[in-house]
């Protein structure tokens, strides 16, 4: 059975860019932006699903760390 979506969790990296991990399953992928970031993770989830039938839809949640004194 295919999956009917694929989830993405999407964070800033401490060292500069954007890192994005599949809920689920070992696929990864970083990039300097985020419009990179969505290119990386098509051509990853391509790879992955290379023989397989793929989720037909990619959802990427943004996580933002906020800190703040109190």
Do not use: C, W
């Amino acid at each position: 059975m295919v999956e009917s979506e694929l989830i993405f969790v999407a964070e800033e990296d401490i060292d500069g860019g954007y890192t994005a991990h599949a809920m689920g399953y070992d696929i990864f992928t970083q990039a300097d932006t985020m419009d990179e970031l969505h290119v990386n993770i098509r051509e990853v989830v391509d790879l992955y699903f290379e023989r397989r039938p793929k989720p037909p839809i990619v959802r990427v949640h943004y996580v933002k760390d906020v800190v703040f004194p109190l």
